[in-house]
């Protein structure tokens, strides 16, 4: 058995739900084809290697141009600047927390900064 971050955290809390997130456009994690799409260093066109779906409760897909509008959402109303794979695990965090609601505890990963994509259509 692989020591997964998923796996640690179940050991404090057997409660734990786990949701990986992947570009609508690319979710072969889902079950979906490869495809294109510009949510940098996630929805690489295949399964990884370290992939362990046991650890996974659910997975959450949103497309490129959905986390874009969160990276600038984020941006403008949290002062966070991050990229698009950030945007995009804001989009299932939030998604997750409406789900579960207000008494539920909800936390993701800020994977990357804004500043690569300061020439892009994003900023």
Request: glycine letters at 8%; one cysteine or more.
């Amino acid at each position: 058995m692989h020591s997964t971050v998923a796996n640690v955290l179940r050991d404090r809390n057997r409660n734990l739900h786990v949701v990986a997130s992947e570009p609508s456009e690319s979710a072969v994690l889902s079950g979906q084809p490869k495809g294109s799409h510009k949510i940098e260093g996630i929805g690489i066109g295949f399964v990884p290697p370290a992939w362990q779906p046991a650890d996974v409760n659910e997975i959450q897909a949103a497309t490129t141009e959905e986390a874009i509008q969160m990276c600038r959402r984020l941006a403008r109303e949290e002062g966070i600047f991050g990229g698009t794979s950030t945007g995009l695990n804001v989009i299932a965090a939030l998604r997750v927390a409406a789900r579960l609601g207000p008494d539920a505890t909800v936390a993701t990963i800020l994977i990357d900064s804004g500043l690569r994509y300061m020439s892009t259509e994003v900023y």
